[in-house]
T-cell receptor
Framework: SQTIHQWPATLVQPVGSPLSLECTVE??????LYWYRQAAGRGLQLLFY??????ISSEVPQNLSASRPQDRQFILSSKKLLLSDSGFYLC?????????????FGDGTRLSIL | KNQVEQSPQSLIILEGKNCTLQ??????????LRWYKQDTGRGPVSLTI?????NTKSNGRYTATLDADTKQSSLHITASQLSDSASYIC????????????FGRGTSLIVHP
């Protein structure tokens, strides 16, 4: 069966420090991968999505970047964190390009910037 | 612009009672609509999916309806339990090979004993 792993579960970082969040998927190949951010009491905001290795699309201009070095690995990074980067970050995968497939979410990373 | 609006924003009910959550969307061309349940501190989990030709779909005590003409959906929860306390998110996907579904902001449901 397919599983998705995100780590770390919680992270506290000072302003200006770098960031690396990792997401890996098991049990499937060539998934579509997504990074979302969820602010308190708000909906999910799509940050990046990827349809293949090395293919990254950004949805909003921001302080973050994403990379997909392997088929089932998706990394969210920043060189210098801002206070506004605080939030709940969710990784998701979906089988292929067909929209009738569900997105499967990891359990998220709670990021607090001090 | 594709949009999904949910109401109410939050809801408090007593255990055992029923409730109905609403979702209105403007997504074109429409492909399908999903309801997700998100427990606090966890990722969302899909409850139901509905395509254009479906009016009603049930998953245990959850029943979703879809009116494609008025572009409205509802999620009805019967005989609520404490474990139903969560955020319920309506997500609409467009056709035409779109990779990006449109998310509503969710309804926060609290079930009190």
């Amino acid at each position: 069966s397919q599983t998705i792993h995100q780590w770390p579960a919680t992270l506290v970082q000072p302003v200006g420090s770098p960031l690396s969040l990792e997401c890996t998927v098991e049990g499937t190949s060539n998934p579509n991968l997504y990074w979302y951010r969820q602010a308190a009491g708000r909906g999910l905001q799509l940050l990046f999505y990827s349809v293949g290795i090395g293919q990254i699309s950004s949805e909003v201009p921001q302080n973050l970047s994403a990379s997909r070095p392997q088929d089932r690995q998706f990394i969210l990074s920043s060189k210098k964190l801002l206070l506004s980067d605080s939030g709940f970050y969710l990784c998701a995968w979906r089988a292929g390009r067909y929209s009738n497939q569900p997105q499967h979410f990891g359990d998220g990373t709670r990021l607090s910037i001090l | 612009k594709n949009q999904v609006e949910q109401s109410p924003q939050s809801l408090i009910i007593l255990e055992g009672k029923n409730c109905t959550l609403q979702c209105n969307y403007t997504v074109s061309p429409f492909s399908n609509l999903r309801w997700y349940k998100q427990d606090t501190g966890r990722g969302p989990v899909s409850l139901t999916i509905m395509t254009f030709s479906e009016n009603t779909k049930s998953n245990g005590r959850y029943t979703a309806t879809l009116d494609a003409d008025t572009k409205q959906s509802s999620l009805h929860i019967t005989a609520s339990q404490l474990s139903d306390s969560a955020s319920y998110i309506c997500v609409v996907s467009a056709g035409g090979g779109s990779y990006i579904p449109t998310f509503g902001r969710g309804t926060s449901l609290i079930v009190h004993p």
